[in-house]
């Protein structure tokens, strides 16, 4: 693979609504993460010959988030997704938002039926999971929140 | 104008608890709000509150839907159900084909059903639905069920008057609300109740009959984007199976109906 492939990769990824990408091949792996803003591409193993290739943007601004510290709250249903309560409106939290318990987080609707997603731990939203308008799965983690 | 409490309407209803606890009220600003009030308080499965007037009702993604006194049905119902949230969305479905059943059974109109929440009256919109869900944690805590109808409007405003239709508008006839929705809620027990068992797979058939896009061109637009197909299938939790032109089948849960000589939402004329 080239560096013209990898950046083929994050194009694609950056126009789609993942959020999240690993791929691995042989001794090379590559994982592009979207919205904390951190991508990283680099080899696990160094490679015999020349080129080690080594993209980082905004990496060292932002410390990388450790998953497992984090509270994820998932979708209770298949559905699309809405940051906000209708398309004038601002979304109701973004990064950096502290909510309490309760606090509305967004929206997933099917069928005309909305579903208010709610908080159920105090903290702050470290990571969001989903693109306005884009279609989620049961289960599929929406926040990420650092608990207070 | 007559009123809606539990005493005016009782000597219609057959239902065992939807509808045996109702708040009627001249104004409020939604009825999906006080229902939402009244759930947090901890109120029982069958609660309905009545308004004869909205000051913010509304309809999907915040758009407003203005009720005339004493001429339209603002309704909601709060159920309490033991369900998995993934089945909840079909329950709009259902009270849909329950609302088409019991208000063909009083009038005789050929109501049918703008998937999935829309009532329709010669293509033009009768009412609507809106569900909202409140989840507490991964389990359901409660569903509100916001039901608007149009009945008596001798006439609307200019800018809808092309698309929506009341009962009395398309007929010239009154009607009286106390049994329309006393037969409503008869027709939604009845069938909540098969559902909680059975789910919408025992309703699908009925369905697709009162469907008023089924086998229809459509298209349907969900926030930017935009499928074109035929309506060859309702699926067993009422989702629409789409054939696009290159043969593909496409399942849509999301997003609002444009059909040709129908109404729709980004338009005044059909």
Do not use: H
């Not at chain 2, 229902?35 to 999907?60: F, N």
């Not at chain 2, 969305?89 to 088409?100: D, E, G």
């Not at chain 2, 929506?164 to 939604?188: D, M, P, T, Y």
């Amino acid at each position: 693979m080239e560096i013209k492939d990898i950046k083929e990769i994050i194009k694609a990824i950056d126009m789609s609504s993942i959020s999240e990408f690993e791929f691995q091949k042989g001794d090379m792996r590559i994982l592009i993460k979207k919205n904390d803003e951190i991508k990283n591409i680099k080899f696990i193993k160094e490679p015999e010959v020349e080129s080690t290739v080594v993209i980082e943007e905004k990496a060292q601004a932002k410390e990388e988030i450790k998953e497992e510290e984090l509270y994820f709250i998932k979708s209770p249903i298949v559905g699309t997704f809405y940051s906000s309560p209708n398309p004038d409106s601002k979304p109701y939290v973004e990064v950096g938002s502290k909510v309490k318990k309760g606090d509305v987080l967004c929206i997933v609707e099917a069928m005309k039926l909305m579903n208010e997603i709610t908080c159920d731990v105090d903290g702050e939203i470290v990571k969001i999971m989903a693109d306005n308008g884009s279609f989620v799965e049961y289960g599929q983690p929406l926040f990420g929140i650092r608990k207070v | 104008m007559e009123k809606l409490t539990l005493d005016d309407i009782k000597e219609y209803l057959e239902t065992k608890y939807i509808g045996r606890n109702i708040i009627y009220l001249d104004k409020a600003t939604s009825t999906n709000d006080i229902a939402k009030e009244m759930a947090e308080k901890g109120v029982p499965d069958g609660l309905i509150v009545i308004a004869e007037e909205q000051t913010k009702g509304r309809g999907r993604m915040g758009r407003k839907w203005i009720t005339g006194k004493g001429e339209a049905l603002a309704v909601s119902i709060l159920l309490r159900p033991d369900i998995e949230p993934n089945l909840c969305p079909s329950i709009t479905s259902l009270i849909a084909l329950s609302s088409v059943k019991a208000i063909r059974k009083v009038t005789g109109f050929d109501i049918m059903i703008k998937w999935p929440n829309d009532l329709v009256l010669n293509n033009r919109k009768l009412g609507g639905i809106l569900t909202e869900m409140t989840m507490e944690g991964m389990k359901v805590k409660y569903i509100i069920i916001g039901l608007g109808l149009n009945i008596n409007q001798e006439d609307f405003d200019e800018d809808i008057k092309n698309i929506a239709v009341s009962l009395k508008s398309f007929s010239g006839e009154n009607f009286n609300r106390r049994i329309i929705l006393s037969e409503i809620l008869n027709f939604f027990e009845r069938d909540y109740e098969y559902f909680k068992r059975f789910g919408l797979s025992y309703f699908v058939e009925d369905i697709k009959k009162y469907s008023i896009i089924f086998g229809k061109e459509i298209s349907v637009i969900d926030g930017y984007k935009s499928v074109d197909g035929t309506v060859v299938d309702i699926d067993k939790e009422g989702g629409l199976i789409l054939k696009t032109s290159d043969g593909n089948l496409k399942r849509i849960i999301s997003g609002d109906v444009i059909m040709e000589g129908l109404y729709n939402i980004y338009s005044n004329k059909i």
